[in-house]
Structure formats: C-alpha cells, structure tokens
C-alpha cells in the first residue's frame, strides 16, 4: 500500500513540475527560414501565389500524399498569407518578398503556430524547428534556382 501511494504523489508531483516548466514556454511560436534571390520580386511572386506551381519548388508538396489543406487567407504584392490543415492542427503561413539590393529580394517564410497550455503540447513544440526547418530551407533553395533558373 506504501509502494501504491509513493507512485501515485511522485506521478502527480512529477506532472505538476512538468505543467510548470511548460508555461515558460511560450504560447505563440515562429518558425522561419529566409533566402537572398536574384531576381525582381514580380518573377518571385507568381510562384508564392499560385498554388499550383508549389510542386514545383515547395517540398510539402512534391509528393502526391496531400497531407496539408491549405487554403489561401491574402495576397498582395509582398506578401501571401496561408492557413494550413493537417489533422486536426490547423496553423498559419506566411510568404514574405523583401526588395534588397537592386536585382536582389528575400523571400521569407514562416509558420506560425499557437499552443494550448497542455505540457505535452508545449514541450512538443521544441522540436518544431527540427521537423520543420530543413524542409523549408531545401524549398527555399529550389525556389531559388527556379526563379535563376527561369527569368
């Protein structure tokens, strides 16, 4: 009965350190990844915009699983915003054109996400960056070398 007992304080001792922990994570998170492009921002835009030509570049999109919904939210000359599904986690998107240097912009892209104050949740969320982070600088890069590729 004393085994019984110490388990079940540790467990609920144990969770409720992990709950605290977890609320110095933030609740709002970015993850993002940019690149320098040489080209106008007009010959990088149709390629952000156009759903259809994200196979050509975007690496969530290169196979034919279909594993997101996306849907866009708004679009204008700097910026397309995008709302993503996967399951049951819907979360935001966005593709940003800076003009740098003439012949030069930066495409930034980011995803936005917002947590619950489940620790499972929160804690889950460090390795975000991890998961995310490659696919979307590889995308980058094949953006790049079509937009060079193709002026």
Do not use: H
């Not at 993850?31 to 390629?47: G, M, T």
């Not at 240097?101 to 936005?112: A, I, K, L, P």
């Amino acid at each position: 009965m004393r085994l019984i007992k110490l388990v079940l304080i540790s467990a609920v001792v144990f969770f409720l350190l992990l709950t605290a922990m977890s609320l110095l994570i933030p609740s709002n998170i970015r993850i993002s990844r940019a690149i320098d492009i040489r080209s106008a921002s007009n010959d990088v835009l149709p390629y952000l915009k156009d759903q259809s030509k994200w196979p050509l570049w975007n690496a969530y999109f290169k196979d034919s699983s279909k594993k997101f919904a996306v849907r866009t939210i708004s679009s204008t000359d700097s910026l397309v915003l995008t709302r993503w599904k996967a399951g049951d986690k819907t979360f935001q998107s966005g593709m940003a054109v800076y003009n740098q240097v003439e012949g030069t912009v930066t495409v930034q892209w980011y995803f936005d996400f917002t947590l619950s104050w489940y620790p499972w949740e929160k804690i889950a969320s460090i390795i975000y960056d991890g998961q995310l982070g490659t696919p979307m600088q590889e995308s980058l890069t094949d953006l790049k070398t079509l937009v060079e590729a193709n002026p």
